[in-house]
T-cell receptor, first 113, second 111 residues
Framework: EPEVTQTPSHQVTQMGQEVILRCVPI?????FYWYRQILGQKVEFLVS????????KSEIFDDQFSVERPDGSNFTLKIRSTKLEDSAMYFC???????????FGNGTRLTVT | KQEVTQIPAALSVPEGENLVLNCSFTDSAIYNLQWFRQDPGKGLTSLLLIQSSQREQTSGRLNASLDKSSGRSTLYIAASQPGDSATYLCAVIEGTDKLIFGTGTRLQVFP
């Protein structure tokens, strides 16, 4: 069964550094998402992406965050200047059509020191 | 603002029991509701999706029901097994793209 793939599985970075989290969604999916889960807390929506543009973003997704689909397969989340509070598990998800089940990757655990 | 709550927060049962996990949401104007399973350190696996026009969905030993008017959904797990041990999350979509997740129920099934 097709899967959403995320790399790396674990990223450690120093405060103030830029990080790029990478995702390969399921190949025929059109809707892409990033979510995050701070340890012990709920899974939170960050951003949705369709037709090469952001369709919705949360309050968390400020100017430090950006997303890109640089080619036909990758979907990336960039954090320009990481803060300690950005430490979390970041999940990429994709779906084929609106309101269909979302398929999640295994996540990237980001640790900011 | 939509709030999604799940009870109980944790559940520990012997193998073979039938279980009910509860999910409640404050705003009934939802498009659909999705149940997920999360294993430690892993991603989210979609279990069932119920459209707002549906009352229930079934997959194997799992059955999910939805009562929009009362803002509730239940996930019924029949004949639980140790392999069912995980955290179960419910999430609603309100007509935008985003899922709003509940707090989760951590389930442990012991042999």
């Amino acid at each position: 069964e097709p899967e959403v793939t995320q790399t790396p599985s674990h990223q450690v970075t120093q405060m103030g550094q830029e990080v790029i989290l990478r995702c390969v969604p399921i190949s025929n999916h059109l809707y892409f998402y990033w979510y995050r889960q701070i340890l012990g807390q709920k899974v939170e929506f960050l951003v949705s992406f369709y037709n090469n543009e952001i369709s919705e973003k949360s309050e968390i997704f400020d100017d430090q965050f950006s997303v890109e689909r640089p080619d036909g397969s990758n979907f990336t989340l960039k954090i320009r200047s990481t803060k300690l509070e950005d430490s979390a598990m970041y999940f990429c998800a994709s779906s084929g059509v609106r309101n269909s089940p979302l398929h999640f990757g295994n996540g990237t655990r980001l640790t900011v020191t | 603002k939509q709030e999604v709550t799940q009870i109980p927060a944790a559940l520990s049962v012997p193998e073979g029991e039938n279980l009910v996990l509860n999910c409640s949401f404050t705003d009934s104007a939802i498009y659909n509701l999705q149940w997920f399973r999360q294993d430690p350190g892993k991603g989210l696996t979609s279990l069932l999706l119920i459209q707002s026009s549906q009352r229930e969905q079934t997959s194997g030993r799992l059955n999910a029901s939805l009562d929009k008017s009362s803002g509730r959904s239940t996930l019924y797990i029949a004949a639980s097994q140790p392999g069912d041990s995980a955290t179960y999350l419910c999430a609603v979509i309100e007509g935008t793209d985003k899922l709003i997740f509940g707090t989760g129920t951590r389930l442990q099934v012991f042999p």
